[in-house]
């Protein structure tokens, strides 16, 4: 059998020799299953050759040569009448090239999956890389800059910042007191926001109005103002607008100092609609503990019941103690006008 089905038995021919230095001999050759069989006139064995290492050192031209591959000095000549030998043995080489693997596909295979493998890793390391850069490089000034933008968005959904000149002068005694002096003027009263807080880039902290008109004393609203305190220690507020706004917010913030509108506008609806963020009752009691305030009355505000809020009462720093005050009489009665009528 041949390498070629509607061959039982082909022969040609040739001319052969051994190596440069050897004599041309007149030979038969036949083609087998996998190899080409090279004897001399007296069907003796001269040489066998794999099919899949077989080389034409002059393609198109007659008579053909052939040589193993890798070895051009040894040699194989067909005469130009073996038309059907150096045809069988031209569509065999073909049919095993097409079969070995091609080296500029497996450089184009490998470059596309090393760019492929390059473009997955961005995807996941880049976007968390370049937020947690921006962040790390973003100055105060530019942070405070951005928080009031915020606000002023914020003012626009929520109300103004309440500004009676001595309901202002008691929400900075009462910053000052919860929060150290250097805080004095971070605290905001929201005219028409209800009962929440939240925290801005730059240091302020939102209050709703009714969290300064409602409780019945100043412990209630310190604590509020202490636990919003404790999740902007514990999150970033720059790092949170930022990744709501993609690679392209960092991106913006880094090359030209700005926020897009849009942003802003969707972030501040987010604050003002999200649920707050829970906060350990461990890192809330250690905050109590240090600002000089009982966490009981902040526990009571948000449940009457205090059955989820438990740890809170059992574990008040001041229990049965009597704390400095918060704030005096006429503070808080000023803070609870801050609003107006």
């Given amino acids: 059998m041949t390498a070629l089905e509607e061959f039982e038995r082909l022969e040609a021919s040739g001319v052969w020799r051994a190596d440069a230095a050897s004599q041309r001999r007149d030979v038969i050759v036949s083609l087998g299953d996998a190899t080409l069989t090279i004897t001399d006139m007296s069907d003796r064995p001269l040489a066998h050759w794999s099919l899949a290492a077989v080389a034409r050192a002059n393609p198109g031209e007659l008579p053909a040569i052939f040589h193993p591959d890798g070895d051009p000095d040894e040699e194989l000549e067909l005469p130009a009448d073996e038309t059907v030998m150096i045809d069988a043995i031209g569509r065999l080489m073909r049919s095993i090239d097409r079969r070995r693997p091609q080296r500029g596909r497996l450089r184009l295979a490998a470059g596309l999956g090393s760019a492929l493998a390059i473009l997955a890793f961005g995807a996941v390391w880049l976007p968390g890389a370049l937020l947690g850069h921006t962040v790390s490089v973003v100055p105060e000034a530019k942070r405070a800059e951005i928080g009031a933008a915020l606000l002023g968005h914020v003012g626009r959904v929520a109300g103004a910042p309440c500004n009676d000149p001595e309901g202002v002068a008691a929400l900075q005694r009462l910053a000052a007191r919860v929060l150290g002096e250097t805080r004095r003027r971070d605290l905001v009263v929201l005219s028409d926001a209800p009962a929440v807080t939240a925290h801005l880039p730059g240091g302020r902290i939102l209050l709703g109005r009714a969290l300064v008109e409602g409780p019945d004393q100043p412990d209630v609203t310190a604590g ?36 897009p509108e849009p942003l802003l506008e969707r972030h ?45 009462v059992e574990a008040d720093p001041y229990a049965g103690i009597t704390p400095r005050p918060v704030l005096g009489d006429p503070d808080w009665l000023r803070l609870q006008a801050i609003c107006g009528n």
């Fill in 224 to 259: 509020y103002v202490l636990a919003e305190a404790v999740r902007e220690a514990r999150g970033d507020p720059l790092r949170r607008l930022l990744s709501e706004g993609g690679m392209g917010a960092s991106l913006r913030l880094l090359t030209t100092g700005t926020l």
């Fill in 268 to 312: 501040t609806e987010t604050l003002l609609s999200a649920e707050p963020a829970p906060v350990p009752d461990e890192a809330l009691l250690a905050a109590f503990q240090a600002a000089g305030i009982s966490s009981t009355p902040y526990a009571f505000a948000r449940d009457v019941t205090g059955e989820s809020v438990l740890g809170l």
